[in-house]
């Protein structure tokens, strides 16, 4: 792909960087709950000048901006270190999955919520057996007077404690095979057959939780893309997901990258050649990580949605992440482990990296099995 800006691109690069100038809401204050309300009410300012849902389109609430100028915003959100919005895995994934699968009265309920931060989404797919083989999932939904009764158990869903609605995957045929027999809801999470239960990181915040649901009830038309076809519906929201991530943090990982380069010169070791030499692969590995994701960018608007490619940006990611993180403790030396400080917070913040959204292992399959067009491994 051409990565010259046109005038228009251009344009709106320019008029993006001068509202952030203006609008920068300020530092994200400490404690979940007040963090939270932070995000929302800058998730709500954001929607009222159109740069939420960015390219969803206009009727359904969205400015439907190209491809290029949300990989932009994405860019210039994280070099303005602008606060996260709030409602991330609405409009990441619930979002344009409805878009993509959901009735006209699904979008016309769901849509703009989303956008306000009004009510807030998460993703029930993993649970204790079936993690990345998201194929075998137990959690069952049972088909009783016009409404669906969901019993089983989900874990690491992110953001559950905040959540209005979760977008949920559950097995309704235990005939078909495996792949054949789910359904997606979206299910209410305020009821009391869905219990919430923190999950604490080795960081000590609790951004994921276990989901135990006991009868919870969905009505038939909280079903999104039919019956049985939960598979198809599940894959389109992975997609998103892992799409969404290059631009925004290919430029997070050079802002980490300069902050890294300080600290190896307050260490003095930054004339020391092996740390030179592991900071300048780092660099590389972040414009790679950058020009991969215009390449996957350049699949999407050829096809209309997020492709594997998406995989490899996530690989990619993870892995210069964790590998900055560690050299910054090289850096440190022997303070590393007993210092409170940002980089002792993100290297144990990165061992998540090749977990969650996907783990290494399967984004390699991925990757080999549908990018390279490698056969299967039996």
């Known amino acids: 792909m051409d990565l010259t800006l046109s005038p228009n691109e251009q344009e709106f690069r ?44 206009k009727e359904y609430g969205g ?63 993993s649970e204790p057996e079936s993690g990345s083989d998201l194929a075998s999932l137990k959690t069952k939904a049972v088909k009783s007077n016009g409404e669906w009764v969901v019993t089983g158990q989900k874990v ?62 969905i009505p038939d038309e909280n ?13 389109t929201t992975l997609m998103h997901e892992r799409a969404g991530l290059g631009f925004g943090s290919a430029i997070q990982l050079k802002i980490a990258i300069g902050e890294l380069m300080e600290l190896a010169r307050e260490r003095g070791v930054d004339e020391d050649p092996v740390i030179r030499q592991k900071i300048a692969q780092l660099v590389i590995e972040a414009e790679c990580l950058r020009l991969t994701a215009s390449r996957g960018l350049t699949q999407q608007m050829k096809t209309g949605i997020p492709g594997p490619e998406g995989s490899l940006v996530k690989w990619q990611w993870s892995d210069t992440n964790q590998a900055m993180t560690e050299l910054a403790m090289e850096i440190m030396g022997a303070d590393a482990p007993v210092m409170d400080d940002k980089w002792t917070y993100r290297f144990l913040r990165a061992r998540a990296n090749s977990i969650e959204g996907g783990t290494t292992e399967i984004l390699r399959n991925i990757v080999a099995e549908r990018v390279l067009g490698l056969p299967r491994m039996r």
């Not at 994200?28 to 939420?52: C, M, S, V």
């Not at 994405?74 to 602008?82: F, G, K, L």
């Open 63 to 125: 400015r439907g901006a190209t491809l290029i100028e949300q990989a932009l915003f994405n860019e210039e959100m994280v070099r303005a270190r602008a606060p996260m919005t709030a409602n991330v895995l609405g409009l990441v994934m619930g979002g344009p999955v409805v878009i993509a699968h959901g009735s006209e009265e699904q979008k016309e309920r769901f849509l703009e919520p989303i956008l306000t931060a009004d009510e807030i989404w998460c993703q029930g797919f």
């Open 156 to 217: 690491w869903t992110t953001f559950a404690h905040e959540a209005k609605y979760c977008m949920l995957v559950a097995r309704t045929d235990f005939d078909a095979p495996k792949h054949k027999g789910l359904t997606y809801f979206i299910m209410d999470m305020e009821q009391e057959a869905v219990q919430v239960r923190p999950l604490r990181q080795i960081t000590g915040e609790a951004e994921f939780n276990e989901l135990f649901i006991e009868e919870a009830r």
């Open 14 to 57: 320019d008029e993006l960087r001068a509202w952030l100038a203006e609008n920068h809401p300020g530092q994200e204050p400490t404690g979940d709950i007040d963090a939270f309300e932070f995000r929302r009410k800058w998730q709500h300012k954001l929607h009222e000048n159109g740069y939420a849902g960015l390219s969803w389109p």
């Open 223 to 235: 079903v999104i893309g039919g019956v049985g076809n939960g598979w198809m519906v599940a894959i």
